[in-house]
T-cell receptor
Framework: AQKITQTQPGMFVQEKEAVTLDCTYD???????LFWYKQPSSGEMIFLIY??????QNATEGRYSLNFQKARKSANLVISASQLGDSAMYFC????????????FGTGTRLLVSP | DAMVIQNPRYQVTQFGKPVTLSCSQT?????MYWYQQKSSQAPKLLFH???????NEADTPDNFQSRRPNTSFCFLDIRSPGLGDAAMYLC??????????????FGQGTRLTVV
């Protein structure tokens, strides 16, 4: 069974600083993908970054980077140079490439960026 | 340019009155998901389709049904909505491409109110 754990219900960061949002996962499948989504108060899910289980390098997308430590089963999201518009819920999710392609979400972390 | 479209954005229904939420996609993705998200919680997978194969989560109430008449459309039917079914309902699609995992694209959601 797949499981995603986000242990930080809320995080605070000052504008322009970097912040790390934690995510650990559990799966017995050798092939899987890890995703981070941002959900502003308007409700839509915005894809941020993806890391495949076989990827050798950590994924980066602009100010977002993923600190992937496969042996520890962690996939932390790093946001550099935080902006006020980064205030939102952030969800870590996992999708296994075997079985039924389920996309399973963690409980989320609410990030608040202050001026 | 919206690729996953959910209608309506807001739906008010009476207690016990059947309601249908719709989702359409222009991406030709073979996987479609329905999630229920209650306030300040993670999206909860209700069911998903891999092509025409329907996969129900074990804890999805029988009150929730789904139809996928073709690749582009998917419907969520709530046969007898209760007050506890008030939530945001998110539709998402993704494509299975061998060992690669691709992101799931989400619609903007339908916010269901039960009165």
């Amino acid at each position: 069974a797949q499981k995603i754990t986000q242990t930080q219900p809320g995080m605070f960061v000052q504008e322009k600083e970097a912040v790390t949002l934690d995510c650990t996962y559990d799966t017995s499948d050798p092939s899987y993908g890890l995703f981070w989504y941002k959900q502003p108060s308007s409700g839509e899910m915005i894809f941020l970054i993806y890391q495949g289980s076989y990827d050798q390098q950590n994924a980066t997308e602009g100010r977002y980077s993923l600190n992937f430590q496969k042996a520890r089963k962690s996939a932390n999201l790093v946001i550099s140079a935080s902006q006020l518009g980064d205030s939102a819920m952030y969800f870590c999710a996992m999708r296994s490439n075997t079985g039924f392609q389920k996309l399973v979400f963690g409980t989320g972390t609410r990030l608040l960026v202050s001026p | 340019d919206a690729m996953v479209i959910q209608n309506p954005r807001y739906q008010v229904t009476q207690f016990g009155k059947p309601v249908t939420l719709s989702c359409s996609q222009t991406l030709n993705h073979n996987v479609m998901y329905w999630y229920q998200q209650k306030s300040s919680q993670a999206p909860k997978l209700l069911f998903h389709y891999y092509d025409k194969d329907f996969n129900n989560e074990a804890d999805t109430p029988d009150n929730f049904q789904s139809r996928r008449p073709n690749t582009s459309f998917c419907f969520l039917d709530i046969r007898s909505p209760g007050l506890g079914d008030a939530a945001m309902y998110l539709c998402a699609t993704s494509s299975r491409t061998g060992v690669l995992n691709t992101e799931a694209f989400f619609g903007q959601g339908t916010r269901l109110t039960v009165v």
